[in-house]
């Protein structure tokens, strides 16, 4: 069992930056791939970019070179840093898990799920 609570959201305006967290709790060991998604109102969840314990990423092409995505061991949490911000980042974040190892961008490949945190770039 994994449990992610996600914390870091906030509205800024366009141009600024945010840094999410996730601390992930599990009750054995870790999982290997985590991975950060996100949802618009009116759209279907995204994929923004995933990281697995050997620190190899794949990050959306939406948000490449703007996003960052990493990992502390140590303290089980994953973060994902938002540089030059645009409107059409405004979404839900949600974090997500799964004990394999892969980096796949679609949600389906994840089974833990974070309550997610909102949010909102304006321009």
């Known amino acids: 069992q994994v449990r992610l609570v996600e914390s870091g959201g906030g509205s800024v305006q366009a141009g600024n930056s945010l840094r999410l967290s996730c601390a992930a709790s599990?009750?054995?060991?870790?999982?290997?791939?985590m991975g950060w998604f996100r949802q618009a109102p009116g759209k279907e969840r995204e994929g923004v970019a995933v990281?697995?314990?050997?620190?190899?990423?794949s990050v959306a092409d939406s948000v490449k070179g703007r996003f960052t995505i990493s990992r502390d061991g140590v303290k089980k949490t994953l973060y994902l840093q938002m540089n030059s911000l645009k409107p059409e980042d405004t979404a839900m974040y949600y974090c997500a898990a799964a004990f394999p190892c892969h980096l796949v961008l679609q949600e389906s490949g994840y089974n833990y799920w974070g309550q997610g945190t909102q949010v909102t770039v304006s321009s």
């Open positions: 990281n697995v314990r050997d620190g190899r990423t």
């Open positions: 599990a009750s054995g060991p870790s999982p290997c791939s």
